[in-house]
């Protein structure tokens, strides 16, 4: 594994050397498809199908740009990473962007030379544990067993956390969701700690729900969002806008079904004209033609359909809007104007 | 006949011509076979009875969650929860192309199909000497990875499939086999190339070798998925799987030099010499006389050295291609089937133990049918 992180290291500063050369945008259209880094599966964010589709939040996301760059929601190559390899393929360009539940960090900025796109999920850690144990607060911890997912932030959280509480835990490595969720059931960890979003999803496909709480202590700000390398703004930008679109289309009440109908003429709302090309001409801004949004929007959906679609309260992990809420109804989703 | 005095009554034979009585119950088949190899000694019989309390203990357990309380037919795992206590196989069932075909075109796997049964046609013409036909299938044999190659890519009038969207065993089956055809002839070169007396490619089979075996497969992989871009000109577009395929290959060669070495150290140095008194050149030597040999020493070495690589092709996974185990833990995150992961382990474990217990037997058998008696 210390081979990995040492790949991972030289990968990050090698990066600096293949910045100047960039022009993402070019090279996806010229190959028609989008390269996007996603995960090897997490609940609601990123899993194939029955059918071998890939669905979920964050592949939504990828769909969203591929069809603002190639024109088709479709034309999406998935690179499945795990959370130790997702930075390195995308530094070293086997992915053009990347939507893999990330938090947004400074280190993984400035260090790891990555541009976060705009928050998609805001998220942060929890624990869950059995009930049986008659735990109520994380401080009762003391000297659990906790089971802890390699190479994410939450590992370094759960130190800082108990190090703050001055207070003992043993963690026990595991590689993915999956693994975390055999081993808190088969109680060789005492308590499961990622982000509260997971510990949902997770706890909603148990058994027995009733026999597991989720801890009330939120013990990090885990801002989720997508991530392209350093040294390409304009495909940052890309990356940026379709996001910010999405968000933008839920609070001006554009969504998939009305999209192409509110396109078709200029209508009395500014922002909707500029979002939907109509008026202004905010795609050529951004190398792309002014139909870039309205393609994203058709393709998934606004953001609060994306959100429902996928991990909204009807689905199986039933998380609530909560703080992704749009800013108007009582959360901290923000998109800049489109202008 | 008429002579009935020394015959017990209903009995006619002549004298002489009593047929031979079979063996007495105890001392033949199933009984005798149970005696000596289970209750021959109380440490045996012992073992035996410990055996069977154990046995006793897990298989109705296991069978009840396996067979009489698994559901094998629902669309997601609650349905499974209603239906059966235990396991939900439905999971396997519903996933069985992904498992098989990865991410492969779904109109175009009768391709891969088709590819399977003509690979499995070569392989049998290759392995067993009294196929009917052998001689057309060995002629067949040489085209096959042309056609293979074209059948599962496509082009030339089929449609193309990017090896991206391979998956599954398909992907585990295509990387073993590549590799364990090729890494044999390599790591034969490299044997010999070890012994060679000329320094210069002496020296370049040793460092090859050692650098090979001192570095972990997965470090390999990590580089050939990731760190090549650094190393290529920017632009260079080199297919993921065919660098998998080629250090996969590279590994299992050099572990394959060394068990061959092993076997070519065990001919007697009066052999090669005898083929130089016949005046046989070096290769002529080689695969006339010491190969021959040395190759049959080595079959338990060099099919085992097949499995590892078989069986390494799961770590694929860490550079984001989903061999059947990868194809597993994605498809857990699905909510509809999450915490279903003793299926899928249990499901790919049988898989890997069909095939690489195929590949034991059949070495077991290709060493019986070598056999010439020197060994004793």
Same mark, same amino acid.
């Given at each position: 594994?210390?081979?990995?992180?040492?790949?991972?290291?030289?990968?990050?500063?090698?990066?600096?050397?293949?910045?100047?050369?960039?022009?993402? +945008?070019?090279?996806?259209?010229?190959?028609?498809?989008?390269?996007?880094?996603?995960?090897?599966?997490?609940?609601?964010?990123?899993?194939?199908?029955?059918?071998?589709?890939?669905?979920?939040?964050?592949?939504?996301?990828?769909?969203?740009?591929?069809?603002?760059?190639?024109?088709?929601?479709?034309?999406?190559?998935?690179?499945?990473?795990?959370?130790?390899?997702?930075?390195?393929?995308?530094?070293?360009?086997?992915?053009?962007?990347?939507?893999?539940? =990330?938090?947004?960090?400074?280190?993984?900025?400035?260090?790891?030379? +990555?541009?976060? +796109?705009?928050?998609?999920?805001?998220?942060?850690?929890?624990?869950?544990?059995?009930?049986?144990?008659?735990? =109520?607060?994380?401080?009762?911890?003391?000297?659990?067993?906790?089971?802890?997912?390699?190479?994410?932030?939450?590992?370094?959280?759960?130190?800082?956390?108990?190090?703050?509480?001055?207070?003992?835990?043993?963690?026990?490595?595991?590689?993915?969701?999956?693994?975390?969720?055999?081993?808190?059931?088969?109680?060789?960890?005492?308590?499961?700690?990622?982000?509260?979003?997971?510990?949902?999803?997770?706890?909603?496909?148990?058994?027995?729900?009733?026999?597991?709480?989720?801890?009330?202590?939120?013990?990090?700000?885990?801002?989720?969002?997508?991530?392209?390398?350093?040294?390409?703004?304009?495909?940052?930008?890309?990356?940026?806008?379709?996001?910010?679109?999405?968000?933008?289309?839920?609070?001006?009440?554009?969504?998939?079904?009305?999209?192409?109908?509110?396109?078709?003429?200029?209508?009395?709302?500014?922002?909707?004209?500029? +979002?939907?090309?109509?008026?202004?001409?905010?795609?050529?801004?951004?190398?792309?033609?002014?139909?870039?949004?309205?393609?994203?929007?058709?393709?998934?959906?606004?953001?609060?359909?994306?959100?429902?679609?996928?991990?909204?309260?009807?689905?199986?992990?039933?998380?609530?809007?909560?703080?992704?809420?749009?800013?108007?109804?009582?959360?901290?989703?923000?998109?800049?104007?489109?202008? | 006949?008429?002579?009935?005095?020394?015959?017990?009554?209903?009995?006619?034979?002549? @004298?002489?011509?009593?047929?031979?009585?079979?063996?007495?119950?105890?001392?033949?088949?199933?009984?005798?076979?149970?005696?000596?190899?289970?209750?021959?000694?109380?440490?045996?019989?012992?073992?035996?009875?410990?055996?069977?309390?154990?046995?006793?203990?897990?298989?109705?357990?296991?069978?009840?969650?396996?067979?009489?309380?698994?559901?094998?037919?629902?669309?997601?795992?609650?349905?499974?929860?209603?239906?059966?206590?235990?396991?939900?196989?439905?999971?396997?069932?519903?996933?069985?192309?992904?498992?098989?075909?990865?991410?492969? @075109?779904?109109?175009?796997?009768?391709?891969?199909?088709?590819? $399977?049964?003509?690979?499995?046609?070569?392989?049998?013409?290759?392995?067993?000497?009294?196929?009917?036909?052998?001689?057309? &299938?060995?002629?067949?044999?040489?085209?096959?990875?042309?056609?293979?190659?074209?059948?599962?890519?496509?082009?030339?009038?089929?449609?193309?499939?990017?090896?991206?969207?391979?998956?599954? $065993?398909?992907?585990? &089956?295509?990387?073993?086999?590549?590799?364990?055809?090729?890494?044999?002839?390599?790591?034969?070169?490299?044997?010999?190339?070890?012994?060679?007396?000329?320094?210069?490619? #002496?020296?370049?089979?040793?460092?090859?070798?050692?650098?090979?075996?001192?570095?972990?497969?997965?470090?390999?992989?990590? &580089?050939?998925?990731?760190?090549?871009?650094?190393?290529?000109?920017?632009?260079?577009?080199?297919?993921?799987?065919?660098?998998?395929?080629?250090?996969?290959?590279?590994?299992?060669?050099?572990?394959?030099?060394?068990?061959?070495?092993?076997?070519?150290?065990?001919?007697?140095?009066?052999?090669?010499?005898?083929?130089?008194?016949?005046?046989?050149?070096?290769?002529?030597?080689?695969?006339?006389?010491?190969?021959?040999?040395?190759?049959?020493?080595?079959? @338990?070495?060099?099919?085992?050295?097949?499995?590892?690589?078989?069986?390494?092709?799961?770590? &694929?996974?860490?550079?984001?291609?989903?061999?059947?185990?990868?194809?597993?833990?994605?498809?857990?995150?699905?909510?509809?089937?999450?915490?279903?992961?003793?299926?899928?382990?249990?499901?790919?474990?049988?898989?890997?133990?069909?095939?690489?217990?195929?590949?034991?037997?059949?070495?077991?058998?290709?060493?019986? #049918?070598?056999?010439?008696?020197?060994?004793?």
């Amino acid at each position: 594994m210390r081979s990995i992180k040492y790949a991972a290291a030289v990968a990050a500063l090698s990066a600096t050397a293949l910045s100047a050369q960039a022009a993402t +945008l070019d090279d996806v259209k010229a190959r028609g498809e989008l390269n996007c880094v996603v995960s090897t599966g997490v609940a609601g964010f990123a899993f194939p199908d029955d059918s071998g589709k890939w669905s979920g939040f964050d592949v939504d996301f990828c769909r969203a740009v591929a069809a603002a760059v190639v024109g088709d929601g479709q034309k999406v190559k998935f690179v499945p990473t795990t959370g130790k390899t997702r930075f390195t393929v995308l530094n070293s360009g086997e992915g053009d962007i990347l939507f893999r539940n =990330t938090t947004e960090t400074m280190s993984r900025d400035a260090d790891l030379k +990555l541009s976060f +796109l705009p928050v998609n999920y805001y998220d942060g850690q929890g624990f869950m544990v059995p009930t049986a144990l008659g735990v =109520t607060s994380a401080k009762d911890l003391d000297g659990a067993s906790v089971c802890i997912q390699t190479g994410t932030t939450t590992e370094l959280n759960l130190a800082d956390f108990f190090r703050i509480n001055n207070i003992s835990y043993e963690p026990v490595p595991v590689e993915t969701n999956a693994e975390a969720q055999t081993n808190y059931l088969g109680g060789r960890c005492d308590v499961y700690t990622t982000d509260a979003s997971g510990l949902a999803s997770t706890r909603s496909t148990f058994e027995n729900p009733d026999e597991h709480a989720i801890l009330p202590e939120i013990i990090s700000k885990e801002p989720l969002g997508g991530a392209v390398r350093h040294g390409d703004d304009q495909w940052f930008d890309i990356g940026k806008w379709v996001v910010n679109a999405l968000i933008a289309a839920e609070e001006l009440g554009i969504t998939q079904a009305n999209a192409a109908e509110m396109a078709k003429e200029a209508g009395d709302n500014p922002s909707v004209n500029r +979002l939907l090309g109509s008026e202004g001409e905010f795609g050529s801004m951004i190398g792309l033609d002014g139909q870039w949004a309205l393609r994203a929007i058709e393709a998934v959906g606004n953001y609060g359909e994306i959100f429902d679609r996928n991990i909204g309260p009807d689905t199986a992990i039933a998380l609530q809007r909560g703080l992704n809420a749009q800013w108007s109804d009582g959360g901290i989703l923000y998109a800049a104007p489109i202008r | 006949m008429s002579d009935n005095t020394t015959t017990p009554a209903g009995q006619d034979y002549e @004298p002489g011509t009593h047929p031979d009585l079979p063996p007495p119950f105890t001392a033949s088949g199933p009984v005798k076979w149970v005696a000596d190899n289970l209750f021959s000694s109380p440490a045996n019989i012992i073992m035996t009875i410990l055996a069977i309390f154990a046995l006793y203990k897990i298989i109705p357990g296991f069978a009840a969650w396996a067979i009489s309380d698994a559901t094998f037919l629902a669309a997601d795992r609650n349905e499974c929860r209603e239906l059966g206590t235990g396991a939900c196989w439905a999971f396997i069932v519903q996933r069985w192309e992904l498992f098989t075909y990865g991410f492969y @075109p779904e109109a175009e796997r009768w391709r891969v199909i088709l590819t $399977f049964v003509l690979l499995m046609v070569v392989i049998i013409g290759l392995l067993w000497e009294n196929c009917p036909g052998r001689k057309h &299938v060995l002629r067949f044999a040489l085209i096959f990875p042309f056609l293979a190659f074209w059948l599962v890519m496509g082009g030339f009038g089929l449609e193309r499939v990017t090896t991206d969207q391979f998956g599954g $065993f398909m992907l585990t &089956v295509i990387i073993g086999v590549v590799g364990i055809s090729l890494s044999l002839p390599i790591g034969i070169c490299l044997a010999l190339g070890r012994q060679s007396n000329l320094p210069i490619i #002496k020296y370049a089979c040793i460092g090859f070798i050692e650098f090979i075996r001192g570095v972990p497969l997965i470090t390999l992989l990590f &580089v050939a998925s990731t760190m090549l871009s650094y190393f290529l000109p920017p632009g260079t577009n080199f297919n993921l799987l065919l660098r998998v395929l080629i250090m996969v290959t590279l590994f299992a060669s050099a572990y394959m030099a060394e068990v061959i070495r092993g076997g070519l150290q065990a001919i007697p140095k009066g052999q090669i010499e005898a083929a130089d008194a016949m005046g046989l050149k070096y290769w002529a030597a080689m695969r006339l006389i010491v190969l021959p040999q040395a190759l049959k020493i080595s079959i @338990p070495g060099i099919v085992n050295t097949f499995i590892g690589l078989y069986k390494d092709s799961t770590l &694929v996974i860490i550079i984001g291609l989903l061999d059947p185990l990868g194809i597993g833990q994605a498809s857990l995150a699905d909510n509809k089937w999450q915490g279903l992961s003793t299926e899928v382990y249990l499901f790919v474990a049988i898989f890997f133990f069909i095939s690489c217990f195929a590949m034991a037997r059949y070495s077991l058998y290709l060493e019986r #049918k070598l056999d010439t008696g020197h060994k004793s």
